[in-house]
């Protein structure tokens, strides 16, 4: 699924535009969860963008985050959330872009072109911690022949940060006869709730021909847990007490998370070496978003 964020056009007036540059930092996740919410593999690809609407032509040297510094083969230091070194790995660098090898040193500098262009690219296999987990429950009721198939997800990410455009696709199996899906907040469960009730976490619907489940959250908080329970009755020729989490499909994890970045990356400094008139105007932006994102049980 496209990020909302990353791709929506800068909406701002001819005004605003003019003498401006506009700086994204967009990582994209490719992440496979456990039974646990622990990762079983997982990277980060990642890419500096930059919108030109300067009025006249100015030098500019970049320069990324403390600790950092660049060598032939990459970009090494210490990020922010990585346990180890930090490694860039597959960096492409727009041809505009001068950067001295021999100084390894993470600053480079450029001449901007008009419009829309990718500065520099990068890959990064260093450790970070997911930062949605999703963990499986299984409640049989073997009288009714029934049970209950349970997420619980969970903003593993700073309280002041908000993951944003968050959704949830699964298959239930096809001995599902008869399915009930509820969804509520666990953190808001957890604290008794407003006044005995707790709210429910977005929507979620089950389509019967394709036995999927898509779940739609607007928003999930950091520190914060959402669950959706599905109360499922089985086909009578099914024994509840024999099933497990491996019948059932992968979970598909979408979601957005402006201001935030799990690598440790940042823009140190945006420096206009030289300027004919007024300095330009610039714009820093921070999103992580999932590119692949899935959990599995089997």
């Known amino acids: 699924m496209t990020s909302a964020a990353a791709n929506k056009p800068i909406q701002v ?8 540059i506009f700086v994204d930092v967009i990582e994209r996740l490719t992440v496979v969860l456990d039974s646990r919410g622990s990762m079983t593999h ?21 320069g990324l985050s403390d ?17 180890n070194t930090l490694v860039m790995e597959d960096m492409n ?38 930062p949605i987990s999703v963990v499986p429950f299984l409640e049989t009721k073997p009288r009714a022949n029934s049970l209950d198939y349970v997420l ?26 008869s ?16 006044k005995g009730a707790v709210p429910v976490a977005g929507k979620a619907q089950f389509d019967r021909k394709t036995q999927v489940v898509h779940w739609q959250i607007a ?6 847990e959402v669950i959706v329970r599905c109360k499922i009755v089985l086909a009578s020729n099914m024994d509840a007490t024999a099933c497990s989490l ?14 935030h970045l799990l690598s440790g990356v940042s823009i140190k400094f945006l420096d206009f070496l030289y300027a004919s008139g007024k300095t330009p105007n610039k714009w820093i932006r921070y999103v992580t978003q999932a590119n692949s994102y899935v959990a599995r049980w089997s």
């Open 152 to 177: 619980r997800v969970r903003g593993e990410f700073p309280a002041d940060k908000t993951a944003a455009h968050v959704s949830l696709v699964f298959a239930l199996p096809h001995w599902a006869n």
């Open 13 to 20: 007036s001819g005004d605003k535009k003019d003498n401006t």
């Open 67 to 83: 600790g950092v510094s660049v060598t032939s083969l990459g970009i090494s230091g210490k990020g922010a959330s990585a346990v």
């Open 246 to 259: 491996e019948d059932f499909g992968v979970v598909r994890v979408n979601f957005e998370l402006p201001m």
């Open 42 to 62: 997982s990277y980060i690809n990642g890419c500096i963008t930059l919108k030109s609407f300067m009025t006249g032509s100015s030098e500019m040297r970049l």
């Open 219 to 224: 928003k999930i908080q950091g520190g914060t």
């Open 93 to 130: 660098l727009h041809e505009c872009v001068r950067w001295d090898e021999n100084k390894k040193e993470a600053v480079f500098t450029f001449f901007a072109p008009d419009g829309e262009f990718n500065l520099l690219s990068y890959r990064i296999k260093s450790p970070f911690r997911a």
């Open 179 to 194: 399915v009930a899906v509820e969804t509520a907040s666990a953190t808001a469960a957890a604290q008794g709730g407003d």
